[in-house]
């Protein structure tokens, strides 16, 4: 027998709709770069090599650090604790060379014979208190805000959709604990509640992504219960059960990806949040550990430099504001997408 | 309308066991244990093991540590409902005469704040949404976007390196919320004095929520204006300025009203930055210091009555949504 050809998914339509809308497109490339720029970090701006030859042996000191790390390989003793730059100036000659990265500098690299440089050739972006290249750091810091973004929301979607499942899905009793919980929570100003919570656990960035994590659930679980309440009598959630379909199978194979557009766009909207909570604690002293390069922790050192120092508040500042707008803007595209009424208006 | 609120009141009593609930379970987390100290986040802000050791004594008995724990819950609760909260571990003064300083300052700026968010935000969202697509919509959507993204440290910071007198401009006052010398000087130049104080941190503080309301506006009142009942108005030949603010823009109004409820949390979230940044003492400096010097009670009498004000807020702008919307009232069953 041959199978009816498929009705166009709505997940297609949705990506059809996203496609056409070209702001978006430049949105999700900027956030696409953030990433690729985040992941190879260590490439861009390092005190090592990428690639060197030394005596007739080509080394990848950038890649060696890699596996150094992950205790497959070991450093040559020739190299082991030396700086690169100090070694390539003292022991190189004429056929030897070396490829540094864009920034040949790493972020926490201390100089104390350039601090507060204003940006130039040399160091780009300028440099801060103890002379840390401010372009390493803010190229190291996007590891931060971007991971803090992908996980607190992580966190946050799968409490808030399992949650909301259950409400909307049971209802009774089950809808009532839980839409209290909800209500609570949203009544709770988040930002002094994940202030609060800080303040009892040590500084990680860990700590940060479950804190706002377990901070921001109920707006998701609100909108799933809507959803679900919305669905879970239409004709083919109840044909399924008709047909036998146990509970978990009607909640995960036939509701949830009908209702998980409006999540999934709440949840780009979230990321966008999550990084300026996370750059605020950052910035205010309670975020991640001050020796950990972050755009809200070199913002928070221009703040004890203040009034002199533009570039410590300019580019981090800047960083922040390119990333939400991307998030929030790849947002409102699949929001239009997902929703075709609201795109006319 | 009477039992309407009665029953609202009623139904924040659930809440408010919810709050206390949780602020009890915050108070949990304290590193009630020593080993916990050496790894290291107390004893190095307060500057030594000793002091580190007596916060922790100190907190324990005044939550009663060592108590069964429905004892400690209802011993929380008690000093909740009777706004007892103990001591500060810093200066042991009373919290609660703290707070009686500092609340009405953050009351006073997040209410300017919310007064002139909606004043403007009404007016231009209603300009969009009947110019739709021309120039001034478009260049207002665009800025309002770009508002939504902007991190409000990183304004009130470059408001402070650019206008606060540093290496460029020295326009505004960035230190309080009047001069040093002020109390000596008629009304009128005490009121222009704060007034000139309070342009700054309102303006970091009230342009996320601006723009959240001028979004809301446009896409609600050209949800409104495509109804069957605006098409019957245009119909009946009713100009165009009654239609706008006689029919449409009072429905538009609801969903903004209830967006309060939503923009309160975040307000009094803000004013921690924006109170810090600018010293000013209301409660959101107070907590940033509170977390500094890790003054537990402070901390949790600073969170419970946060969530209380934000529920107060709810509950006026319920109160709100009834005077906008004659619909709503004594039948509806309040369980949004």
């Known amino acids: 027998m041959k199978r009816a050809q498929r009705p166009e998914g709505y997940w297609h339509i949705v990506l059809r709709q996203f496609r056409r809308n070209r702001v978006a497109i430049a949105g999700?490339?900027?956030?696409?770069?953030?990433?690729?720029?985040?992941?190879?970090?260590?490439?861009?701006?390092?005190?090592?090599?990428?690639?060197?030859?030394?005596?007739?042996?080509?080394?990848?000191?950038?890649?060696?650090d890699y596996a150094a790390w992950l205790g497959v390989a070991r450093w040559e003793t020739q190299f082991q604790n030396v700086s690169f730059k100090d070694f390539v100036a003292s022991n190189f000659d004429k056929r030897d060379w070396a490829q540094f990265p864009p920034i040949r500098y790493s972020p926490n690299e201390v100089s104390l014979t350039s601090v507060l440089r204003p940006p130039s050739a040399q160091h780009l972006l300028g440099t801060d208190d103890v002379g840390r290249d401010i372009a390493s750091r803010v190229v190291h810091g996007s590891r931060v805000s971007l991971s803090v973004g992908f996980v607190a929301v992580s966190i946050y979607v799968l409490i808030g959709l399992f949650i909301g499942a259950l409400a909307g899905y049971y209802g009774g009793i089950v809808d009532m604990i839980a839409s209290r919980m909800i209500e609570i929570m949203l009544?709770?100003?988040?930002?002094?509640?994940?202030?609060?919570?800080?303040?009892?656990?040590?500084?990680?960035?860990?700590?940060?992504?479950i804190v706002i994590g377990i901070t921001n659930w109920p707006t998701v679980a609100r909108l799933t219960r809507g959803e679900f309440l919305k669905t879970k009598s239409l004709e083919y959630v109840v044909a399924a059960k008709a047909l036998g379909a146990s509970d978990v199978r009607t909640i995960f194979r036939h509701i949830l990806p009908n209702t998980i557009a409006p999540v999934f766009v709440a949840a780009t909207f979230g990321v966008a949040s999550a990084i300026l909570i996370e750059s605020t604690l950052s910035f205010l002293g309670f975020g991640v550990p001050p020796s950990k390069a972050s755009w809200g922790s070199i913002l928070s050192n221009a703040r004890q430099l203040l009034p002199s120092g533009w570039w410590?508040?300019?580019?981090?500042?800047?960083?922040?504001?390119?990333?939400?707008?991307?998030?929030?803007?790849?947002?409102?595209?699949?929001?239009?997408?997902?929703d075709p009424r609201l795109k006319e208006s | 309308m009477r039992i309407y609120f009665v029953k609202r009141l009623l139904l924040m009593v659930p809440t408010l066991l919810g709050i206390s609930l949780v602020s009890f379970l915050i108070i949990h987390l304290t590193p009630g244990d020593p080993a916990l100290l050496k790894l290291g986040d107390s004893e190095q802000r307060s500057g030594n093991q000793l002091l580190a050791a007596q916060i922790i004594d100190e907190t324990r008995a005044l939550y009663g540590l060592d108590q069964p724990l429905y004892v400690q819950y209802l011993r929380w609760l008690k000093r909740i409902l009777t706004f007892d909260f103990g001591e500060s571990l810093r200066d042991h003064r009373p919290i609660i005469d703290k707070l009686k300083e500092r609340i009405p300052v953050s009351v006073k700026l997040s209410g300017i704040s919310l007064l002139f968010a909606y004043l403007i935000s009404i007016p231009l969202g209603v300009h969009s949404a009947t110019h739709p697509y021309s120039i001034g919509d478009r260049v207002t959507t665009i800025v309002l976007f770009g508002l939504y993204s902007l991190p409000n440290f990183w304004i009130a910071t470059m408001a402070i390196v650019y206008l606060g007198g540093g290496d460029f401009w020295n326009v505004f006052p960035v230190y309080g919320l009047a001069s040093p010398n002020a109390g000596s000087w008629p009304w009128w130049q005490r009121l222009e004095d704060e007034l000139w104080h309070l342009i700054l941190p309102v303006t970091c503080l009230t342009y996320y929520t601006f723009a959240v309301l001028s979004r809301y506006m446009r896409v609600g009142m050209i949800e409104i204006i495509r109804q069957d009942f605006i098409r019957t108005a245009r119909a009946k030949g009713l100009g165009e300025r009654t239609i706008v603010y006689r029919h449409a823009l009072r429905n538009s109004l609801i969903p903004i009203v209830t967006l309060m409820a939503d923009l309160l949390p975040a307000l009094l979230g803000g004013s921690i930055v924006v109170e810090t940044l600018f010293s000013i003492p209301g409660m959101g400096s107070l907590s940033y210091e509170a977390v500094n010097?890790?003054?537990?009670?402070?901390?949790?009498?600073?969170?419970?009555?946060?969530?209380?004000?934000?529920?107060?807020?709810?509950?006026?702008?319920?109160?709100l949504y009834t005077l906008v919307d004659p619909r709503i009232g004594y039948e509806k069953s309040a369980t949004a």
Do not use: H, W
């Open chain 1, 312 to 338: 410590l508040t300019l580019f981090p500042g800047l960083a922040i504001f390119l990333t939400v707008t991307s998030y929030n803007i790849v947002g409102e595209g699949l929001r239009d997408a997902a």
């Open chain 2, 293 to 319: 010097t890790r003054d537990y009670p402070l901390l949790m009498a600073i969170f419970t009555l946060s969530a209380l004000l934000t529920l107060l807020g709810i509950l006026l702008a319920d109160f």
């Open chain 1, 187 to 209: 009544t709770i100003p988040t930002f002094f509640l994940i202030i609060t919570v800080v303040a009892f656990l040590p500084p990680s960035i860990l700590n940060i992504m």
């Open chain 1, 28 to 64: 999700l490339v900027v956030v696409l770069l953030l990433f690729i720029i985040a992941a190879f970090a260590d490439f861009i701006a390092s005190d090592k090599p990428l690639v060197m030859k030394y005596r007739n042996q080509v080394y990848f000191p950038v890649l060696k």
